[in-house]
């Protein structure tokens, strides 16, 4: 039996769990800083397995509600297989249709206390494998900084992925699960993949962070339909008059995902969410440009 999907939200619980330092500048104006994270035992998630950045390649696992579709948390923390669309779609990563290559991605600004700044996309570095396309890489967003030392730990449904950089004042955690309940159907059914980025300062130096998320609204865009455009890139077809709203409800806030094109009766239509339940004041844009 086909589920039709009808809200899938993509979570972020808890994106940045630290300690907040209130400072002043040498303006008098006060900033909040990260003084430090607070550190969670390893051993509070179980792990079965962990792998290197030099065996993560193949490594993608499924998170979201059973028979609700799915999104795979890859080894090096990316997000592929985006299967939500009441489609198989392993390998598809939705992209922009205004912006060229640029699919799902997470990034981490920091700012340490002498002003020095950096920004990294929220994965570890790419398998050489990925660079063999005719044109160089056909992977969406190769060309964004990543961290440079990557591990994946696993023990389904939970997987964390951690990242770590010479240059960045900060490590980082990724931690996601499924709503996976042996016995109770209901309840792993709900259409979530729950996400969370845990910041770790190892210094003594205060540094002031931010999480920031992009996901494309692509409904309508299964990835079964797709033509060329580029330099040998092929792009998915089928979202049409797409429109995203920012809502703020019940303690979860974020942007909500609708389309007035699509047709209902579409397997690619439906609604989708990027939400958080952090419950303080957040920045959003609801498109890369006015004119979007």
């Known amino acids: 039996m086909q589920r039709k999907l009808g809200v899938y939200i993509l979570s972020l619980l808890a994106v940045v769990q630290i300690q907040a330092q209130a400072v002043k500048d040498t303006e008098g104006k006060t900033h909040k800083v990260i003084q430090e994270?607070?550190?969670?035992?390893a051993e509070d998630w179980p792990v079965l397995t962990s792998y290197d950045q030099y065996h993560i390649a193949r490594i993608a696992m499924p998170i979201g509600g059973i028979g609700t579709g799915t999104v795979s948390l890859g080894g090096r923390g990316d997000l592929r297989d985006w299967a939500i669309m009441n489609?198989?779609?392993?390998?598809?990563?939705?992209?922009?249709?205004?912006?060229?290559?640029?699919?799902?991605?997470?990034?981490?600004?920091?700012?340490?206390?002498?002003?020095?700044?950096?920004?990294?996309?929220?994965?570890?570095?790419?398998?050489?494998s990925l660079y063999e396309g005719p044109f160089g890489s056909n992977t969406p967003n190769h060309g964004f900084p990543r961290f440079d030392s990557c591990t994946f730990k696993a023990a389904y449904p939970f997987g964390q992925v951690l990242l770590s950089d010479s240059d960045m004042p900060l490590d980082v955690r990724i931690k996601a699960f499924n709503p996976?309940?042996?016995?109770?159907?209901?309840?792993?059914?709900?259409?979530?993949?729950v996400l969370t980025y845990e910041l770790n300062n190892p210094s003594d130096q205060a540094v002031k962070a931010s999480v920031s998320g992009n996901i494309p609204n692509f409904i309508g865009m299964d990835g079964s339909d797709q033509e060329m455009k580029g330099r040998g890139f092929w792009t998915a077809t089928g979202a049409k008059d797409n429109k995203n709203d920012f809502r703020k409800d019940n303690g979860v806030q974020g942007i909500y995902m609708r389309s007035e094109g699509v047709d209902q009766g579409d397997d690619a239509w439906g609604t989708m969410a990027l939400t958080t339940s952090v419950d303080e004041k957040i920045t959003y844009r609801t498109s890369w440009s006015k004119d979007e």
């Open 87 to 128: 489609t198989g779609a392993n390998g598809y990563i939705p992209t922009s249709e205004h912006r060229g290559y640029i699919g799902p991605f997470f990034a981490l600004f920091t700012q340490t206390a002498d002003g020095q700044r950096a920004t990294r996309a929220l994965e570890g570095p790419l398998d050489v």
């Open 37 to 41: 994270v607070v550190r969670m035992p």
């Open 180 to 193: 996976y309940i042996p016995g109770d159907a209901d309840a792993s059914g709900i259409p979530i993949a």
